[in-house]
C-alpha cells in the first residue's frame, strides 16, 4: 500500500530462467518503496537491489539508452510487448500506469526466432543478419551533398523518416501469433526504395531480406495487426503492403 510519501508496493511474477537449455517458471517478489515517476526498468533495478541484499540472484534484463531510442529494452508486461500503453517502450513505461498494490507479470519475447538467454533477455540477433543481407546501402556515395543538389519532395521524405524510425526492437514479432517479422523487414526496406540513395540496390534487397527472413524461422504475415499495436514507434501496416509489392516486383524482374 501506498505510504505517506506516495511511494507504491507491487506484487511481481518474473519469469526466471538460468540460461537457455534450462527450465523457466514465474517467480513471485514482492517490491516496494516505488516512485511513481520511476520506470519499468528502474522498477526492475529496486528489485534486484532488494534480491542481491538478501544474498539472490538479480533478474537479468536488457536495457541501454532508457530514452526510447535503442530498442533493447523489449519485456512483455501483463501480455502486451513493452507494456499497457500504446507507443511506448518499456524504459519509457511509467510506474504510475500501475495502481498501488498491483499485480505485475514480466516474460521475455517468446518466439523460436527469439531464443531465451537468461531470465528476460532474449537473443534478437536474427534481425541483425536480416540487415546484413541487403538493409544498407553498400554503394560510397561521397560525403553529404549540397541540400539542394537532390530535391526530394516533402511527402516522400517523410514517408522515409516514418518507416526509419523502427528501432527494431522486436514487439512485432513477440505480439504477432506467426512471430512474423514483416512489419520490421518491411519498415527497413521501404525507409530505403523511398529515397535515391536506396533504390540502386532496390531488387536485390527485398529478395534477399525476404529470404533471410523466411530462413532464420520467423513465421508468415497473415494480417491480424497485431505489430502495429504493439510497435512503440506506431510503424504502420503500409510498410508490410509496400514489402509485398516490392517483392512480387523484385521476383519477376529478375525472373525468380
Not at 541484499?53 to 512483455?76: L, M, Y
Not at 511509467?94 to 532474449?122: C, N, Q, S, T
Not at 546501402?137 to 553529404?144: Q, R, Y
Amino acid at each position: 500500500m501506498s505510504t505517506r510519501n506516495g511511494l507504491r508496493s507491487y506484487s511481481l511474477k518474473i519469469w526466471r530462467q538460468a540460461g537457455p537449455d534450462k527450465p523457466g517458471n514465474l517467480v513471485d517478489y514482492a517490491v516496494s518503496g516505488i516512485h511513481p515517476d520511476m520506470s519499468f526498468l528502474e522498477m526492475l533495478d529496486q528489485l534486484n537491489q532488494d534480491i542481491v541484499c538478501a544474498g539472490g540472484e538479480p533478474v537479468a534484463f536488457d536495457s541501454d539508452c532508457r530514452e526510447g531510442i535503442c530498442g533493447t529494452c523489449g519485456i512483455v508486461i501483463d501480455g502486451r510487448p513493452h507494456g499497457p500503453l500504446v507507443n511506448v517502450t518499456a524504459c519509457n513505461l511509467r510506474m504510475r500506469e500501475f495502481p498501488d498494490g498491483a499485480a505485475i507479470v514480466a516474460e521475455p519475447f517468446r518466439a523460436k526466432a527469439f531464443p531465451i538467454v537468461k531470465d528476460l533477455v532474449i537473443d534478437r540477433s536474427a534481425l541483425d543478419r536480416v540487415i546484413q543481407h541487403g538493409g544498407y546501402v553498400s554503394i560510397n556515395v561521397g560525403s553529404a551533398a549540397e541540400a539542394n543538389q537532390m530535391p526530394i519532395p516533402k511527402d516522400i521524405a517523410e514517408q522515409a523518416m516514418d518507416s526509419a524510425a523502427c528501432i527494431g526492437c522486436g514487439a512485432c514479432v513477440a505480439s504477432c501469433p506467426n512471430a512474423s517479422a514483416s512489419l520490421f523487414v518491411g519498415a527497413k526496406i521501404r525507409q530505403m526504395m523511398l529515397l535515391p540513395q536506396g533504390k540502386a540496390e532496390r531488387t536485390r534487397r527485398v529478395l534477399e531480406m525476404v529470404q533471410q527472413m523466411d530462413a532464420e524461422g520467423f513465421g508468415d504475415c497473415s494480417n491480424h495487426g497485431e505489430c502495429e499495436a504493439a510497435c512503440p514507434k506506431a510503424i504502420t501496416l503500409e510498410n508490410i503492403a509496400t514489402m509485398r509489392r516490392e517483392y512480387v516486383r523484385a521476383a519477376l524482374k529478375s525472373g525468380c
